[in-house]
């Protein structure tokens, strides 16, 4: 008998001693978001097996365990469900919203939400556009992966006329503040000016990064603040024949497209 065994396997037969991270199950399973899973672990939201569970890094066996999120059972689900939405302005980015504002799950119908998808990513509040929905936890760890982001196009309206040094600034990138007071020196950005008028400026912008409000940020780093911001792309997704407030399935190809470019990404860095 051969001992030796492929990666493959090897894998599988830690994983089945190990069991599976909990945060990891419930992304898997479409509750939410690793990080967002790992919130609702920490407030003592989850069970297993009838006991809550308030620490990180608990391993549990799919097969065997009883998980459940607020008293309802979670299950995986064999239907993955990946959604293109094109979020107004006014619409949370959550699947829940402890203020009762809309979250754009309202935007799809019920029995896509009884699919437990969630956004893949953010959009701010006040910021419409192109936003990816769905309960796949490894698509959407790998879409979201801060070193290898997907490309994401926005259209910006901005206040005054970005001469060649501010163009060029976000062409190299510009150091921005960060919540915990440190700096942070932005990824190259693609951009180009799309009209101006007497006051506004609208810029194409491209960012190979996604971190919080960085598209303002940005713009106001180098005097010029946003005034209406739209995400008009994500990778070779386009927000045509998607209305405001509307949606539709990704095809097959588009999802294996997202991938692609995802594993591009990775392989350049």
């Known amino acids: 008998m051969n001992s030796e065994q492929s990666p493959e396997q090897k894998q599988a037969s830690e994983q089945s001693i190990e069991g599976v991270r909990l945060a990891r199950f419930l992304a898997h399973a479409g509750v939410a978001s690793r990080r967002h899973a790992e919130e609702i672990i920490h407030a003592g939201r989850v069970q297993v097996n009838g006991q809550t569970i308030t620490a990180q890094g608990v391993r549990i066996d799919p097969e065997c365990d009883q998980v459940s999120v607020d008293g309802k059972p979670v299950q995986l689900s064999s239907h993955k469900v990946y959604i293109m939405i094109n979020k107004p302005a ?158 539709r399935n990704l095809t097959e190809v588009e999802v294996q497209q997202l991938m692609k470019e995802h594993s591009k990404n990775q392989g350049k860095n």
């Open 90 to 247: 006014g619409y949370v980015s959550t699947a829940y919203d402890p203020q009762q504002r809309p979250t754009v799950l309202s935007l799809v119908p019920p029995d896509i939400r009884q699919l437990r998808v969630y956004p893949v990513g953010r959009l701010d509040i006040d910021t419409s556009g192109l936003l990816l929905l769905t309960n796949d936890g490894d698509f959407a760890l790998q879409l979201t992966h801060p070193r290898y982001s997907t490309r994401k196009h926005y259209e910006v309206v901005v206040q005054g006329h970005p001469d060649a040094v501010a163009l060029e600034s976000l062409r190299h990138g510009v150091p921005i503040r960060e919540d915990d007071g440190g700096t942070f020196q932005t990824s190259p950005a693609d951009v180009r000016v799309l009209r101006q008028d007497e006051k506004e400026s609208t810029l194409l912008l491209t960012l190979h990064e996604g971190r919080k409000r960085q598209v303002r940020r940005m713009l106001r780093a180098v005097g010029h603040p946003v005034r209406q911001l739209q995400r008009v792309g994500v990778g070779p997704l386009t927000l045509k024949g998607v209305e405001p407030g509307k949606w």
